[in-house]
């Protein structure tokens, strides 16, 4: 599956770098887009908000991560943000 999030400032993430997300083995970082620049991400790169990123893997482990880069938020959760995209 191949999805596109947009890093919320509620994030946990913002501030740390991809190394330190703790996302599991199968969902990698393809791209980030951010203030409309495309960046290959290595390990170094630090999520910020607004940050747009685009998921690669299996279903369990891309649902994963977006949850690290979109959590939920005072209980009220959407399947998805207007921002978000699944291919």
Known sequence: VLEHVVVS???????????????????????????????????????EAG??????????DVDTAKNKLRPIVSGNHKESNANDRTL
């Open 9 to 47: 400032p509620e994030s946990e993430l913002v501030g740390k770098r991809l190394r330190e997300s703790g996302f599991p083995p199968q969902a990698l970082v393809g791209t980030v887009v951010r203030e409309g620049s495309v960046i290959v991400p290595h390990g170094d790169l630090a999520f």
């Open 51 to 60: 940050d747009k990123v685009t998921l690669i893997g299996v279903r369990a």
